[in-house]
């Protein structure tokens, strides 16, 4: 295999590549171990086709092309779906003017120091806190969708995702374990945010030192010191996050004006 070039980033931003990047994954490559989409698995798909479509901050050709998906699977009267046809979709095989997206992996700010290292999962979460960031800063986008009016509308797409489609399984029955336990219990866009984001740091705690771990990309309790100063306080003499500088710092980093578009097409 050829050498993968390192890619300059700066860990301050989100890059537009990495989720695009996943989503070509997910669309391409994650689905097609499923040959037909029926019934609760269909529903979870259309739910998170649903979101996507509504609140991805992405490049125009990219939202055409999920909003097409999002009506094509909403129109059709069937109960399953071959997932050739939804390839087709994907591929723009009808070659419907402005949609696109790419069938690259480029990961920029998921890249890893080897192959089997950060990547999709690393960009899988990236796109969920963006969803989750979206969703406070614009709470009607959902309107019409049968998604509307709960706060709790994108971790509960994606915990359903995660447990139907995720190729990690593992990962997928853990995270399941964290979400019976506490998801439930958000009430608020800006509490889900925060949900997540303790949750991640969780699962960065648990994972810290692991195989897993890439040594260039240690798990860290996140966001560092160096991110966010003002995150971090010491309450008599112990570690405390300051939540509400965290979740200013969370809408700030996942806001759609910090997604860099570099190396995208
Ligand atoms: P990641 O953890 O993937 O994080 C990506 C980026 O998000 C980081 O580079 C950082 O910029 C940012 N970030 C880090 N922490 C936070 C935070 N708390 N809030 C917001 N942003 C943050 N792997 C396993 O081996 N076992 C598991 O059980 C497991 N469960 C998973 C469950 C889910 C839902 C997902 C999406 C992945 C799971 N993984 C699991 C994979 C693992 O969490 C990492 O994604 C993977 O090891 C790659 O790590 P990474 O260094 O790229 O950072």
């Known amino acids: 295999a050829a050498a993968t070039v390192w890619k300059e980033f700066d860990k301050s931003k989100v890059y537009m590549a990495d989720l695009e990047s ?8 994650e689905l097609a171990s499923h040959q037909t989409l029926e019934g609760k698995e269909l529903e979870t798909f259309k739910d998170f086709v649903t979101v996507i479509a509504k609140l991805f901050p992405g490049q125009q050709p990219v939202v055409k092309l999920l909003e097409t998906l999002l009506e094509w699977l909403v129109s059709l009267p069937l109960d399953r779906i071959p997932y050739d046809a939804i390839l087709d979709l994907v591929n723009n095989k009808m070659r419907i003017s402005g949609m696109y997206l790419t069938n690259k992996l480029e990961w920029v700010g998921c890249q890893g120091s080897q192959p089997a290292l950060r990547r999709y999962p690393c960009s899988l979460w990236t796109l969920f806190h963006t969803l989750t960031v979206q969703a406070a800063e614009r709470p009607d986008a959902l309107a019409n969708t049968g998604l509307e009016e709960n706060a709790q509308a994108v971790l509960q797409t994606m915990r359903r995702y995660i447990g139907s ?3 990690c399984q593992e990962c997928g029955r853990h995270f399941e374990e964290m979400a019976k336990e506490s998801m439930d219990q958000v009430t608020t866009h800006n509490e889900a ?5 303790r949750k991640h740091n969780t699962v960065n705690n648990r994972l810290a030192g692991a195989l897993s771990e890439d040594p260039q990309f240690p798990k ?5 010191p160096d ?10 003499g112990l570690h405390a996050w300051n939540e509400k500088e965290v979740l200013a710092f969370l809408k700030r980093h996942y806001g759609a004006s910090n997604i860099s578009p570099k190396y995208t097409a």
């Open 227 to 236: 991110l966010c100063p003002a995150c971090h306080e010491e309450v008599e």
């Open 193 to 197: 945010v925060l949900w997540l984001w």
């Open 22 to 29: 996943g989503l070509h994954f997910l669309l391409r490559i």
């Open 165 to 167: 489609f995720f190729g």
């Open 220 to 224: 860290t309790q996140w966001p560092t």
